[in-house]
């Protein structure tokens, strides 16, 4: 019973390198998000998938990219980090997006881009 | 658009003691309120929910929240709280048919031996 598997937990980046953040999960759920979490900030939306093939922007979207080709995977694409991009990025999912049902979490991806 | 303001940054209590995190929200559509918790080092977990009906929630943990309409507010309570209790707490406010839910900056709560 796995639930909402993110990889890696710790990431180090120098400015301007790429990575890429995985995001899995095995309840086939439609709906899956990512999120950064800053200090006093909460929790705040950098993009969403309502299915596969299907994308959108969320609050905080700038310097992120997704693409969502199957169900179970959405991974989050930085292009070139920068050391405003450090955070605790969360990958949720839902059954059908409208948060009629329980949000699943993954265990969070800690980045520092020095 | 919607706001969630978790209206305490920390909240100290000791143990066995009752504990209310406060939270309000604005929005200009009927909404689903949510509170989770983050334990450290952790991802977060549904605590409980309002989607429609009674207006007081009860979750997980002994807590539950009650719904105000008329002071827009979804406030958390417990009557008696442990160590373990010790942790982030996040109010989440969605519009009815949005996919874009909005979270409180989360409140510390601290409960002393």
């Known amino acids: 019973n796995a639930g909402v598997t993110q990889t890696p937990k710790f990431q180090v980046l120098k400015t301007g390198q790429s990575m890429t953040l995985q995001c899995a999960q095995d309840?086939?759920?439609?709906?899956m998000s990512w999120y950064r979490q800053d200090p006093g900030m909460g929790l705040r939306l950098i993009h969403y998938?309502?299915?596969?093939?299907?994308?959108d922007q969320g609050e905080v979207p700038n310097g992120y990219n997704v693409s969502r080709s199957t169900t179970e995977d959405f991974p989050l694409r930085l292009l070139s980090a920068a050391p405003s991009q450090t955070s605790v990025y969360f990958c949720?999912?839902?059954?059908?997006?409208?948060?009629?049902?329980?949000?699943?979490f993954g265990q969070g991806t800690r980045l520092t881009v020095v | 658009a919607q706001s969630v303001t978790q209206l305490d940054s920390q909240v100290p209590v000791f143990e066995e003691a009752p504990v209310e995190l406060r939270c309000n929200y604005s929005?200009?559509?009927?909404?689903?309120l949510f509170w989770y918790v983050q334990y450290p080092n952790q991802g977060l977990q549904l605590l409980l929910k309002?989607?429609?009906?009674?207006?007081l929630v009860k979750g997980i943990n002994g807590f539950e929240a009650e719904f105000n309409k008329s002071q827009t507010s979804f406030h958390l309570r417990k009557p008696s709280v442990h160590i373990s209790d010790t942790a982030e707490y996040f109010c989440?406010?969605?519009?009815?048919?949005?996919?874009?839910?909005?979270f409180g900056r989360g409140t510390s709560l601290i409960v002393h031996p």
């Open positions: 949720a999912s839902e059954a059908t997006g409208r948060m009629n049902t329980e949000a699943f």
């Open positions: 309840m086939n759920h439609e709906y």
């Open positions: 998938s309502v299915g596969a093939g299907i994308t």
């Open positions: 929005s200009s559509v009927s909404v689903y």
């Open positions: 309002y989607l429609s009906g009674s207006t």
């Open positions: 989440a406010v969605s519009g009815r048919g949005s996919y874009i839910p909005t």
